[in-house]
């Protein structure tokens, strides 16, 4: 079995010891600067330092759940949906983006492993992933951190948003319900309102798009993904209710046709929840604390 530490380690000839085994893939850190690098992302920020919105920014207490299976082109859609510009992770509404995929690709890169998951060898992907392409194998057989890793900096993240009553696009697949419905439940005993908007393709532009994206993963892990997506759609009509909207992204758009599409849908729909009264009796309260703790 490859052990991370094999996977990152350096050699003067820039590669690792199992190189040839893994089909060419090499490492640009050792092992402890690689753990150094890690208690330096997951550190906790030093008290007095979290940023807190104020009772008149935008978007505070609100949560927008995006939803949506490995090529649906939710990321491209949420650019018009939540007016997000190219390389920016906060919208117009003033929520910030919360995405464990970003942080699993900038590790991917940063140890020289590529993004085309589809093309790595089996034992590879496994070890970065924490799945088997063969969709057998316990992730705790094959799972070598790094994708855990990356989720524990996008929660920690997460964290610090919602400590500050930061407004967030929560970006996810919704593969899971029982996860959503989890944190849905979290963040409104914490004072937010939530929202769900769920992008949704076929099957067959799925696997079309997949082979485009920048992160590739496997036929047959999209297909469950998507699968999962789509037998959980009536469950999260139920559980958001009013605050849940399907957008329809199977045909292809240039920039100019998206922008007719979806610049309804934000006007009418998300900003519209944005910038909307907070309805939430916890945030309600914290908001009238902190006008009278202005006043004196």
């Known amino acids: 079995m490859i052990k991370l530490k094999d996977l990152l380690e350096v050699s003067t000839t820039g590669k690792t010891k199992n190189s040839e085994e893994l089909g060419g893939y090499k490492g640009f850190v050792k092992e402890e600067d690689f753990d150094k690098y890690k208690k330096y992302m997951g550190r906790k920020a030093p008290k007095g330092s979290v940023i807190v919105e104020g009772v008149q920014d935008k978007g505070i207490f609100k949560a927008v759940f995006l939803a949506g299976g490995p090529g649906s082109g939710k990321t491209r859609a949420a650019r018009w949906i939540f007016g997000i510009p190219d390389k920016f992770n906060i919208s117009m509404s003033g929520m910030k983006m919360v995405n464990s995929d970003k942080d699993l690709k900038y590790l991917l890169k940063k140890y020289g492993f590529g993004t085309d998951l589809d093309k790595m060898p089996d034992d590879l992907f496994s070890h970065l992933t924490g799945t088997a ?13 790094l994708r855990k ?18 407004g967030m696009i929560i970006d996810g697949t919704g593969h899971d319900f029982g996860k959503i419905h989890k944190m849905k439940t979290e963040l409104e005993a914490d004072g937010y309102d939530t929202y769900m908007v769920l992008v949704n393709t076929t099957l067959e532009v799925a696997q079309k798009r997949n082979q485009l994206r920048d992160r590739i993963l496997p036929p047959e892990l999209l297909k469950r993904s998507w699968t999962d997506v789509q037998k959980n759609i009536g469950s999260f009509q139920a559980l958001f209710k009013n605050n849940f909207v399907v957008v329809d992204n199977s045909k292809h758009l240039d920039d100019k046709q998206a922008e007719k599409k979806f610049v309804p849908l ?30 004196k």
Do not use: C, H
């Open 149 to 166: 890793f990356a989720k524990e900096l996008t929660k920690e993240r997460m964290r610090l948003y919602q400590q500050g009553k930061i």
């Open 266 to 295: 934000v006007s009418k729909v998300v900003r519209k929840f944005a910038n909307s009264p907070i309805k939430n009796k916890i945030a309600l309260r914290w908001v009238a604390k902190q006008k009278l703790l202005r006043r």
């Open 133 to 145: 392409k063969d969709l057998t194998s316990k992730p705790s057989d094959v799972d070598s951190g």
